[in-house]
């Protein structure tokens, strides 16, 4: 992308870090950053994003709507943070792609796009990365299905490459089996356009981006508990949209605050949705010493600047509605417990078996390298804190989380580490290896 320097180093190698005292800088949030330039197509007029993540997984996104005639235009070279103009064109005006639609990594840009090409008047095709490609597709296709939708793919419809025939869709109502924010977000795309009402209701409750955008962008959503319905067909209106710092970013940079010797790092305008901001509560019950301030809204969501100092962190228990609201953090409190005293458990979190990497399998895995102590549960880890950790040779799995949480362990292990496959991180953070090399004193 012009102006936009990517991760390129394959190899990352971190020595123990002595201390750190300062601002750090965190890139915008991905999951809001996709929503934003989806909005922003599908609705009427102009969508301007501040602080827009160009990593490379919102720019798979970027381009799928591209290829469907949006006219997307990316401004600056900051990668932590662009302005964006997205010309929409409502959702009767995209056009049908010539070519294959790809998502890259994205799980968020090929389940959410499958709920919009569901219900729009033309054949499309999708695909994905080699990661992408072995992730459960049928948990969205089976109800865009049930409203009317046609969709074929590898496994009856459960691996992409994917294809759509768009059809007029129904609106039904559904109850997931797992709490997903990219199931929900997909179905309640799909209702915008669908005749009627469509329903869905969750074990637990979710990010809620796309209901906080959908209403700032003029839908009449209906929220009630675990139940979010919208009643079709509406039209969007575009709006300006300011990005919050990515909480989940910022998670590494708070597990390396709390876990180094002699640190205070500082992070502002990070998003603090309650559907996302777990880490802070589980770190807070470690006992890391982490300040929430300046809280405010932008855009619909919520804000803050977060403290994080050198702590004494001790094991807790995981498991339940808080695991929806830390999803893609266990990674990294997988490394805070490997450096607290006790034990931690996680539970309920088999999903993590199928995000970018199996998390959990990879975490035991790569962990052990560093002379932790893990056991992989069949839905979650066990960790015995408290042991030295040494520098290791581990390997990302391709999986930005995993890269980035290995970078976290690296920074309190005595010796080197070597992280093989590291330039995944611009997956999610781009200029993570400059931003976390300037707390590696
Ligand atoms: C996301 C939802 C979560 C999360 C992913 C982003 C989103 O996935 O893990 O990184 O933007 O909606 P699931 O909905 O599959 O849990």
Known sequence: MPGVEQ????????RPSKGFKGEVRIPGDKSISHRAIMLGSIAEGVTRIENFLPGDDCISTVNCFRSMGVDIDLSGDDPLGMGVTVSGKGLSGLKEPEDVLDAGNSGTTMRLI?????????????????????????????PLREMGAEIWGRQGGNLAPLAINGRQLQGAEFTLPVASAQMKSAIILAGLNATGTTTVTEPARSRDHSERM????????????????????????GQPVTV?????????FMVAAAVMPDAVITMRNIGTNPSRSGIIDVLAAM?????????????????????????????VQIGG???????????VIAVAAACATGVTEI???????????DRLAVMAKELSRFGAAVEELPDGLRIYG?????????????????AMSLSVAGLVAEGETVIDDAACASISFPGFREQFKRIVS
């Open 214 to 237: 959908l209403r700032y962008f003029g839908v009449d959503i209906k929220v009630d508990g675990n139940t979010v319905s919208v009643a079709g067909p509406v039209s969007l209106k």
């Open 244 to 252: 919050p710092g990515d909480i989940s970013s910022a998670a590494f």
């Open 347 to 357: 539970r309920d979190a088999a999903e993590l078996k199928v995000k970018e990497s």
């Open 321 to 331: 509605d808080l695991i929806p609201r830390l999803i893609d953090e266990i990674p």
């Open 386 to 402: 408290g042991r030295r950790l040494r520098g290791a040779s581990c390997h990302s799995h391709c999986d930005h989380r995993i």
């Open 287 to 315: 006992g890391a010493s982490i300040r929430v301030e300046n809280e405010r809204e932008v855009s619909g969501e919520p804000v803050a600047d977060i403290v994080v100092s050198s702590s004494e962190l001790k094991g």
């Open 114 to 142: 499958m709920g919009i090409l569901a219900g729009l008047p033309f054949f499309s095709t999708l695909t994905g990365d080699h990661s992408l490609r072995r992730r459960p597709m049928g948990r969205v296709a089976r």
């Open 7 to 14: 991760d390129n180093g394959l190899i990352f190698r971190v």
